[in-house]
């Protein structure tokens, strides 16, 4: 069982940056690979970063890439995602989520934890 909890999000101006946060208790939050996703009002849950239990592979939907970045610290059971060069069109409410499968996983029903979510919105 792993218990998340997201931070970090608020209100931004295009082109600002957010660093939100996803603690998560238990001891065993190296077992999972972490994902990130977010949900705008009025559409389905969509998928942003994942990456890997150790850390050392990340990836990105296509919408975000070059501008978010996933990380984690394992000794911390915390994971990251810095949002930069940020647009109205990311407003969301953003979620991180905990899966056991190994391979990079994209879609939301794979991942067994979720948070509760935080609110991101960029305006313009």
């Known amino acids: 069982q792993v218990h998340l909890v997201e931070s970090g999000g608020g209100l931004v101006q295009a082109g600002g940056s957010l660093r939100l946060s996803c603690a998560a208790s238990?001891?065993?939050?190296?077992?999972?690979?972490m994902g990130w996703f977010r949900q705008a009002p009025g559409k389905e849950r969509e998928f942003v970063a994942h990456?890997?239990?150790?850390?050392?592979?990340?990836y990105y939907a296509d919408s975000v890439k070059g501008r978010f970045t996933i990380s984690r610290d394992n000794a911390k059971n915390t994971v990251y995602l810095q949002m930069n060069s940020l647009e109205p069109e990311d407003t969301a409410v953003y979620y991180c989520?905990?899966?056991?499968?190994?391979?990079?996983?994209?879609?939301?029903?794979?991942?067994?934890?979720w948070g509760q979510g935080t609110q991101v919105t960029v305006s313009s």
């Open positions: 989520a905990a899966t056991v499968a190994l391979r990079t996983v994209v879609a939301a029903p794979q991942y067994n934890y």
């Open positions: 238990g001891r065993t939050f190296s077992r999972y690979a």
């Open positions: 990456i890997t239990r150790s850390g050392d592979s990340t």
